[in-house]
């Protein structure tokens, strides 16, 4: 499929997950349970199948060992990372080296269909258990500038008490704190926020674990008349600094979706078009059903063209 036969894939019926009330709501409840107990830390999405485990793998790999992703300059110490719709912020914490390993899991194939609820989070770190790039070596995290933005204020109020928590918080040492920002990528400018400082030409790493799925089921639309989703894409690409990475996990959207999402003229609805390219993906354990095979999660890393 060359670019300019690429179009965007039909687009998800609306729920509620893709309305602000549900996430406030959400987060609501978690901030009350975790003053019950510290330890319950919210819910971690897409954990029944590793997701998490396998995007820290793959960045470490990528980046540190094969310097594939962002070239010899970037390095673990220095990389920096924006998590768009960071929810209880677990996916940062995690790349600080609070819990999740190095680990890629189980890669085989299974017969089924469905998948379980997401998991809640606990507090502390462990090990490897095995399958990553370090097997049973316990991992230093990553040291550079880390920013979670959210539309819920009440996400961005939980994680901030979980940073604190962590010593993660603001005022702690340049290569523990962890930000936390309530902005809305769809409406709100990036800029002095979010493209700041260092970062103010965009970032090294931009994550989107589960986000672009609640704005596909948005039915919000835009002053043309499209669902907000189409023009995702050309909100997040200013985001990201030339020859940065883009790495998107979903559960709605196959790999070639995203591809056609992020990916020729269509993209972003006309704002990204043409500005990422395809550079990888991330395996995940593959499910057979009427003769066909699939899997229930996708991961799709893009880079933003230009230098290095």
Sequence with gaps: MT?????????????????????????????????????????VWFDDSGAEAKMLSFLRRKVVKEKLLLGEEVTESNCSF????????????????????????DGGSIDSEGESEPERSGGGGRELEGGGDGEGEALEGWGGRMLGVDYSARSVEFAKRIARDKGYGEGSEPRKEVEFLKWDIMSEDPSPGVLSGEQARGWDVVLDKGTFDAISLSEGRDECGRRVCEGYCGRVVPLIREGGVLLVTSCNWTEEELERWFVGPGAGGGGGGGQLEVLDRIEYRSFSFGGKKGQTISSVCFRKRGRL
Excluded: C
């Design 3 to 43: 670019s300019s036969t690429i179009s965007n894939p039909s687009h998800l019926e609306p729920s509620q997950l893709g309305t602000k009330e549900y996430w406030d709501n959400l987060y609501t409840t978690e901030m009350a349970n975790h003053a019950q107990d510290p330890s319950d830390e919210g819910t």
């Design 82 to 105: 924006l998590d768009l719709g960071t929810g209880n912020g677990h996916l940062l914490f995690a790349l600080r080296g609070d819990g999740v390993g190095d680990s890629d899991g």
